[in-house]
């Protein structure tokens, strides 16, 4: 009872729902399990564990998500957040995982962002591949000698679980250095409210034009970056995460493409440590045959 | 109760939470810090930054492990993906002991983020304990259940709030890290005099302390940890050392957080009062 109580949604002045599911005021529902004391009711004391709740994981979407706000503007991301929060509850102990379920939603749900449903849900995408190369695991490099001594025909190179790979319609990535990810490490602490959460506003940014964009979202000594990538490196890449042979992931990138470039791309992420061993969690080939 | 196998015979004594606003000066300025407190779930990740930070911070510092995410008091099971998690950050970290809080807070694999308060009764208490001691038993480290701070009570208590502590720790056999703050948070909010609270939890069991500071609104109090610790905390701590016998502190300070030598400060005035008790015992 309990729990149904504080997950369910404030109403429009933040308060909790004055009538339970069943139509009966929610004071005597309240009254029924939540003892008052001689300063707040029932309803008023189970209220704070309602807000507290709600304005916890607000708080948690938008600071995991600034881009979405600043692209969609505070109603609209309220109204999405809230709807994410009804009907994709968090399923995992820890708030990292929060927004994982996020871009698949707004697809599902494009009324929620119309018309900007395309871009809303790649800055989603975006964000939450930030989280993953921010703290996603990492394999054991694959050195240049190794590669060396397999046949292109027989190699097969898995891609860091940190590194995302993005096809994307819009120029994100720009989009999201205009709009200044706030801080950048997790806390959770406690059941403490925070307080800066009301003085954190993301202003609204000027939208980006649509413009096919390739990105692969990564770290490197442990900071974030995003790599524009040129088309025919991006087919590479997802060929050799799908588990193809170095040379059929070459061959995926098209005859226009030299192999002058192709070594050029391939020396950059050597270095970047994108490539590794055997065991991929992500589930795609890292084995040399 | 200095060194118990509650708190794996160590003697720790005043630490402070370890929060990403201070991570660049301790690292930096490698200040004397008897103990950090970490919040476990900030570091079960699978890589990346906040473990290469952890692993700088373990080489230098002693560090135990503090969660939010437990639930023991939810009746569902433990997350078998949590407690892996769980226990390999304890193999990392190699936490003397381990803490948690004594309430729930997920409902059928559904998680409110929150440390809900429990109904305080007989079969809630065997429930919980039963919880407690399996995940004890796979996590392999000591483990003490903390207090939290309340808002709201439920008729069908059968017991008060320390009555159940105790009945829970008991069964579970293991130890409490007692929130003072909270004791006194909640004193306020349910109209009890937080000295009988901690006259009566069983004081051999205490492995460890919090302090904090709260906020205070028109009808209540708020569990906020965003201030130094106010008087009547910090003489309810004394009581506590005396009673309970002194015990690795630790203070909480996770909103609006300042200075790191701020924060220390403030922690090491728990030192007067740990003066206070060991002259009182002696």
Redesign the interface.
Known sequence: M??AA??RPLTAEDGMQPKWIDGRPMEKVAA????P????S?F???Q??NR??WF??FD?IRDDCPGLVAALGEPVFMRLSQAYLERR????????NLCSRLERFILENPGLTAPRTVLAAEIARFEWAQTV??????RPVVVAPLLAQTPPSRLRLGIQ??VTLLALQYPVDAFLVRVKRR??????????????AVRRRVRRAALPRASRTFVAVH?HH??LFHKRLDPAAFRILEALRAGGTLSRAIAAAGPAVKPRQVRSWFKTWMALGWFCAPGN?RGRAASLL | MPANRFNGQTDYGVGI?L??PH?SHILSRKPTVDWFEI?S??F?????????LLDKILEQYRVVQHG??MYFGSADKP?RE?LRRLKALVKRTKTPWLSDHLCWG??D????????PMPYTFGAARRTAEKIRQIRDFLEVPICVEN??S??????SEMTEWEFLSEVVELADCGILLDVNNIYVSSK???FNPYDYVNNVPHKRVGQMHVAGHTKFE??I?????HPVLDPVWKLYAHATRTCGVTATLL?W???IPSFDEVHNEALKANEFIDGAKKAFV
Not at chain 1, 37 to 40: A, C, G, I, S, T
Not at chain 2, 109 to 116: A, I, P, V, W
């Open positions: 309990m729990a504080v997950l029924e399990f939540i003892s004391n001689d300063r707040l029932s008023e004391r189970l704070l564990y507290m709740y916890r994981l948690a509850p968090s399923r995992s102990f820890t708030l990292r190369a921010f703290d996603g695991e990492s679980p940190y801080g950048s490490l997790r806390s959770e602490a406690s059941n403490t409210p925070d307080s800066d770290r442990n900071r969690k | 939470g929060r990403v991570y919040i779930e900030n079960m990740v699978d890589g990346g930054r906040p473990l290469e939010v995410s997350d949590h997920s409902v694999g559904t998680y409110t983020h929150d440390l809900l939290v701070s808002y709201a009570e439920f008729h069908v909010n349910h109209g009808k209540y708020l569990d906020t940890h965003d909480e996770d909103d609006k």
